[in-house]
């Protein structure tokens, strides 16, 4: 299930701006790798380069490689639509679809993709919600809609919308950031089960989370405001954290600037 | 109301004694907020009250007219008030209104919804943009104008759609043809539909516009294609804008007059199909007969007016249950 992410040479640019500039990096499967920076630094629009969000963004465009195990999302032929099918995302603030039930909420991914029976179904959204944590607290409310659950079982919902179609990564921007500490604990405790099946990528502002969930860490900087963002450095979060090997990791880190 | 304020202005020692707190709950304590709380109350009261008069006049000169018809006033096809004894029905009237309305919602509801989402979501900016003005330019041509257009173009150029809707659909009676001019209810249905769609479309662009970009790419990012983006966030956002926005273009259909009178031959009758010439609407028929209306004449006709003034209250009324049937699934509470 889970897939390798390695990029190469990735610059993303909002019409004639470069806002990321030559990224590379490798992700490894079943592993949960953060990326923490200042805001602007290019962290979120790299997170929606890996499953082409990024050019739904009027003027947004591309150059590089992505490549996902041994295929180039990228690459001539490829259909982004597809690729979103594969590379699941969870964002910043809860959105579960307003309109529908806690149960069309999980299997709309699903219904996308193609026809199942209703036990087929019933099976899935069971298990989505059971995945991620949310399945005792509404079990009893699967036809009330979405819209009506807290903000940090939304979250959840929106987890378990995005784990129904079995994706191979798991992109997530700031998945915690709207939420309180107790729901924020909840979702970190679901990362760390989601990473024996998915390879996971997540966007935070919180050092202590970063710290807490992920086994590698990116540090995002830019040079000033106008200058295009740059991965600094990748490292193992232990290290990032306790023995960084380029100074600004170690000054952000520490709260020395930023 | 107000209170904040209240405490902003007050020593915060010193809490406010009983008149005080009465003058700051009303939220009257400066003038400029008195002078703004009469005139917006005063607006408020104001429509209430145009609405009871008309509703009133509407009342009272029909009742006149109906204690002294012979006929049924709702199912007759007769109307002939200054006859003695006077018949007059609303049945032709009411007929001719609804199916035109009908057609004209049929028709126009679609196409709108369309224009809409393409501005929003397919078009180019720039071409959305041009479309957009061209359509707000169609919503300032008066009805009169369109009145000419349809008696003059439309109705010489409906015979090859009647022709072939006889053809293929003859047999549903519906669309039978005898060969008749085309001054029918379905030709009055396609001017109204045209007549309406701006209001409709620009309504609805408005809505879909507003869809909030994080129902989208949560639609995007589960690998949704732009049409299914559009059947999962946006539709299900602005679908009771839509409702709101075709009621806005049914009220004008249904009040529509000028632009129906010079394209249909009215008769006091109804023809199953909707292609034969002839029929009425309520709007239509006030304006072809005021002018040479005797006394009881212009009651009658204000008479057909109150049952067209409760058609009109009777179709916002349900679309506006329609949308609050399903509020907590409305986009409001996202």
């Given amino acids: 299930m889970a897939k390798r992410i390695d990029v190469s040479g990735l610059n993303a640019y909002y019409g004639s701006f470069l806002a990321i500039e030559d990224i590379s990096m490798t992700v490894e499967p079943r592993s949960v790798t953060a990326f923490i920076g200042p805001s602007g630094c290019g962290k979120s629009t790299f997170l929606r380069t890996l499953n082409r969000m990024h050019e739904v963004t009027p003027g947004g465009r591309v150059e590089g490689k992505v490549m996902l195990d041994d295929e180039n999302l990228y690459g001539a032929g490829i259909d982004p639509v597809a690729v979103r099918r594969e590379v699941g995302m969870v964002f910043q603030r809860p959105n579960p679809f307003p309109t529908m039930s806690v149960y069309d909420n999980v299997a709309a991914g699903l219904r996308l993709n193609g026809k199942y029976k209703k036990s087929e179904l019933d099976d899935i959204v069971e298990k989505s919600l059971k995945g991620a944590n949310l399945w005792n607290e509404v079990k009893d409310r699967l036809n009330k809609p979405g819209s009506g659950l807290s903000g940090g079982q939304q979250q959840r919902l929106c987890i378990a919308r995005a784990i129904a179609v079995e994706p191979n990564v798991l992109l997530m921007d700031e998945p915690c950031s709207a939420l309180d500490p107790i729901s924020t604990l909840a979702i970190e405790d679901l990362i760390g089960e989601l990473k024996e099946r998915f390879t996971i990528v997540i966007v935070t502002h919180n050092m202590q989370q970063a710290a807490r969930v992920s086994d590698r860490t990116a540090f995002f900087n830019l040079a000033a405001v106008g200058q295009p963002g740059k991965l600094i450095e990748i490292d193992d979060t232990e290290r990032i954290f306790s023995n960084p090997s380029v100074q600004a990791t170690e000054d952000y880190i520490s709260g020395r600037f930023g | ?334």
């Fill in chain 2, 1 to 334: 109301m107000d209170i904040t304020t209240q405490n902003h202005t007050a020593p915060p020692a010193l809490p406010p004694d009983g008149a005080e707190r009465k003058r700051a709950a009303r939220g009257a304590t400066r003038p400029g907020d008195r002078i703004f709380l009469g005139l917006s109350r005063g607006s408020g009261i104001l429509v209430l009250v145009i609405m009871a008069a008309i509703a009133a006049f509407l009342t009272y000169r029909a009742s006149l007219a109906i204690s002294k018809d012979e006929a049924n006033f709702l199912t007759s096809f007769e109307w002939n008030p200054s006859g003695i004894p006077p018949e007059f029905g609303i049945a032709v009237l009411a007929f001719g209104t609804i199916v035109s309305s009908v057609i004209a919602m049929a028709i126009a509801v679609p196409i709108s919804v369309g224009i809409a989402l393409f501005i929003t979501h397919y078009a180019p900016r720039r071409l959305g943009g041009a479309i957009a003005y061209v359509i707000d330019l169609l919503a300032a041509v008066p009805s009169i104008v369109y009145g000419l257009w349809g008696a003059l173009f439309l109705v010489p150029h409906m015979d090859g759609l009647f022709g072939w809707l006889d053809d293929y659909l003859g047999w549903t009676g519906i669309f039978e043809w005898g060969g008749g001019a085309p001054r029918s209810l379905l030709t009055v249905g396609v001017l109204l539909a045209i007549m309406i769609l701006p209001i409709i479309t620009n309504v609805s662009r408005e809505v879909f516009r507003q869809v909030p970009r994080m129902h989208e790419e949560a639609a995007l990012a589960l690998g949704a294609t732009r049409w299914e983006v559009i059947r999962m966030s946006v539709l299900p956002f602005g679908r009771s804008g839509v409702i709101s926005a075709s009621m806005l273009g049914l009220g004008r259909a249904l009040g529509e007059t000028m632009a129906v009178a010079m394209v249909l031959s009215p008769t006091f009758d109804i023809s199953a199909s909707l292609l034969d010439p002839g029929g009425g609407t309520f709007a239509q028929n006030i304006a072809s007969k005021f002018n040479e209306a005797t006394v009881m004449g212009r009651d009658a006709l204000i008479a057909s007016g109150l049952v067209l003034f409760v058609i009109t209250l009777l179709v916002n009324g349900a679309a506006r249950l329609i949308i609050a049937r399903r509020k907590e699934y409305s986009g409001a509470n996202a």
